[in-house]
């Protein structure tokens, strides 16, 4: 089965959530453009949630954005999860499918997306990773950007770690905006620096959230509140350096008026619509 084409430059979404599930159904077709889930939530689900995935997947674009792979783990990759993911993806003409840049994984299930070691062992670890799941997929996927609180090893910062992985792996970026903003606050580093060494070729989506404000220099990374002011003006910065990319809103609890994340939705169409003209920049420019 073939999947959606790609997603517009200028394509605004949502996440997929079980809460959101009648207002999804009944918003108006220009409301939003495509929508996001996590296939190990919906994967085998039948039933009246089948069916309004079943029913949502047919009217709109959906991407895929993975909990569970582990890439950074140690532990053998599930190839029979994977194989579960790739039927999926078929299934509901996925044309994107994106992972963490962390591992989740042990002996077992962590429940929390953990950082990887900044070093070049870990590079060709991840990397090899990756290739090894788009070899069994069958397609290029991306990978994104995670907040993290502590920092196991760094022989080289963030931004040089990421573009490594990329680099080695063949693979596509989701650029996160809120995780640069949040950890450019705790871990002192310049978002727009960071934003500068992304590879704006790989970007494949950009992501947006609301987080918590626990202190001046401590920011948590909840999904769970408005976009901040500081989040919209860095993803405008983004727009304006490599050009509008698929944007998409994620909000996993606390859920608002559906008009209010209409809202936000509307904020990042606008800042896409301001720079559709522009003519990306290439790292370090």
């Known amino acids: 089965m073939t999947g959606h084409p790609p997603l517009r430059s200028d394509a605004v979404g949502l996440g997929l959530r079980r809460a959101l599930l009648d207002p999804l159904r009944t918003a108006s077709a220009d409301a939003f453009d495509f929508l996001e889930c996590a296939p190990e939530n919906w994967i085998g689900v039948g039933g009246l949630l089948g069916e309004a995935l079943e029913t949502l997947s047919a009217r709109h674009p959906l991407t895929c954005h993975g909990l569970s792979l582990s890439l950074?783990?140690?532990?053998?990759?599930?190839?029979?999860f994977l194989g579960r993911v790739r039927r999926f993806l078929d299934r509901h003409r996925v044309p994107l499918y994106s992972e963490h840049l962390s591992y989740c994984s042990d002996d077992g299930q962590l429940y929390d997306l953990l950082p990887i070691p900044f070093t070049d062992e870990a590079v060709h670890h991840v990397a090899a990773r990756i290739r090894q799941t788009q070899?069994?997929?069958?397609?290029?996927?991306?990978?994104?950007n995670v907040s993290y609180y502590a920092a196991p090893h760094q022989g080289m910062d963030e931004a040089a770690f990421i573009n490594a992985v990329l680099d080695e792996a063949d693979c596509d970026l989701l650029l996160d905006v809120n995780n640069i903003y949040v950890n450019a606050i705790n871990h002192r580093y310049d978002a727009s620096?960071?934003?500068?060494?992304?590879?704006?070729?790989?970007?494949?989506?950009?992501?947006?959230?609301?987080?918590?404000?626990?202190?001046?220099?401590?920011?948590?990374?909840?999904?769970?509140?408005?976009?901040?002011?500081?989040?919209?003006?860095?993803?405008?910065?983004?727009?304006?350096?490599?050009?509008?990319?698929?944007?998409?809103?994620?909000?996993?609890?606390?859920?608002?008026?559906?008009?209010?994340?209409?809202?936000?939705?509307?904020?990042?169409?606008?800042?896409?619509?301001?720079?559709?003209?522009?003519?990306?920049?290439?790292a370090h420019a």
């Open 135 to 144: 070899d069994i997929l069958g397609r290029r996927i991306a990978v994104e």
């Open 193 to 282: 620096a960071f934003l500068a060494a992304m590879p704006g070729e790989r970007i494949a989506c950009l992501h947006v959230a609301g987080h918590f404000d626990e202190a001046d220099d401590l920011k948590v990374d909840t999904h769970g509140a408005a976009v901040k002011d500081a989040v919209w003006s860095l993803l405008g910065e983004a727009c304006r350096r490599f050009g509008p990319r698929p944007t998409l809103l994620e909000r996993d609890f606390n859920f608002p008026p559906f008009a209010e994340l209409l809202g936000e939705l509307d904020t990042v169409r606008g800042i896409l619509a301001t720079n559709r003209d522009v003519r990306p920049r290439h």
């Open 72 to 80: 950074g783990g140690c532990a053998p990759l599930d190839e029979t």
